[in-house]
């Protein structure tokens, strides 16, 4: 390949990642319904024109925008060393890093709520599904199994009810802050809540997978 192939190849990678990096935050904002392609292309700094050839339509964007926030957080799993910590203190390490990574990344919570209102109908039709399945079971059973082997942990728990309690304890107090604070008036967003609301989190699983 040429030298100003190669130039063009990186600018247009360059581009289509702005795109996608600006899709991901105008659907975040807006949801699907409210997104639009001007906001998008100002904020990758392109034409409205080059959204739609690098990416086919507005489903096409949106649906590489969820496989791109799901591809982060399946990295992000994957760097994970569970197998290096005593059980009890991997299951805390697991929850705790859940948890923080919703509250760090609020674009994947937004995306996945706008995604239930379709119901899933664009993540379906994703010819990179099978990749982006998430390791999170198959490390959760390898870690019930090495807990339940040393008595630690219970036998005959299930990873991936497991895996629902633990994503449920983060998502929803994250997902339902606005909601929850007003009625319960209290702040239940704000950092030190989330802290204390993390550790009592993780006694309850503690507490249900322990022998």
């Known amino acids: ?97 859940v948890w923080r990574y919703y509250a760090e990344h609020p674009e994947f919570l937004s995306l996945l709520n706008t995604e239930n209102l379709h119901r899933a109908r664009h993540l379906k039709k994703s010819s990179r599904l099978p990749e982006l399945v998430s390791p999170v079971v198959g490390m959760l059973d390898e870690l019930l199994q090495r807990g339940s082997s040393q008595r630690v942990f219970r036998t005959g728990l299930d990873p991936v009810g497991l895996y629902l309690a633990i994503a449920s304890l983060g998502y929803f107090v994250l997902s339902n802050r606005h909601t929850l604070s007003t009625v319960l008036g209290h702040d239940v967003g704000k950092p030190t809540y989330l802290e204390q609301h993390w550790e009592r989190s993780a006694e309850l699983i503690k507490r249900y997978v322990s022998a």
């Open 1 to 97: 390949m040429t030298a100003p192939a190669v130039t063009r190849r990186r600018d247009r990678d360059a581009t289509r990642g702005r795109v996608l990096q600006a899709a991901i935050a105008e659907f975040s904002s807006h949801g699907f319904d409210g997104a639009r392609g001007e906001r998008i292309a100002e904020r990758a700094r392109c034409s409205e024109r080059m959204l739609y050839y690098y990416f086919g339509s507005k489903e096409g964007l949106f649906r590489e925008a969820l496989e791109s926030v799901y591809a982060a957080l399946r990295d992000a799993e994957r760097s994970l060393r569970l197998d290096e910590l005593p059980a009890l203190e991997a299951l805390e390490s697991f929850c705790r890093f």
